[in-house]
């Protein structure tokens, strides 16, 4: 299992792109997961229901499942977020995770940049920044593709990807 990640700032079209990657890597046979970072209080559970009132109740944890998925929620209820490489060690085996956010993580990253998002770049702070896709020329040594290129993109990354237990031991030396 390889991981991969995509860095930049908001609206710099991170979503955007894993949405093209993912039926990319798809068609090519690969297995694909997602790791998110979100900077604010999100619910993928609707107020009201059932899976919603066990964790306003207080549950660390629920799982919701039907015959066509499963999800688990887990609430930490004051404890420290986590870092990546302990949400890593919960994901099922695929061929390729990539990872939205998780910019102060130093895994492998790709990141993304977007001209009209009038922001600077990441790669120059972040030695863990590999390339960059981007919609303007950038001055760098880095590789660089066209984030509308999707198969260039596709191929920078997984080029990029290192395995997950290396990603692990990069987080595990920082702390």
Known sequence: ???????????????????????????????????????????????????????????AEVLVASSNRWALMHELRGAAEPRLPELLSKLSAVDLVMVEGFKREPHRKIEVHRAANAKPLLFPDDPGIVGIATDTAVETRLPTVHLDDIEAVAALMLRAAIQVEDAMARSAATR
């Open 1 to 59: 299992m390889k991981v991969i990640g995509l860095a930049g700032w908001s609206g710099a079209g991170k979503t955007t792109l894993l949405t093209r990657l993912i039926p990319h890597f798809n068609a090519q046979g690969l297995r694909v997961s997602v790791i998110k970072h979100a900077h604010h209080q999100f619910d993928v559970d609707v107020p009201g229901k059932d899976s919603w009132r066990h964790r306003e109740a207080g549950a």
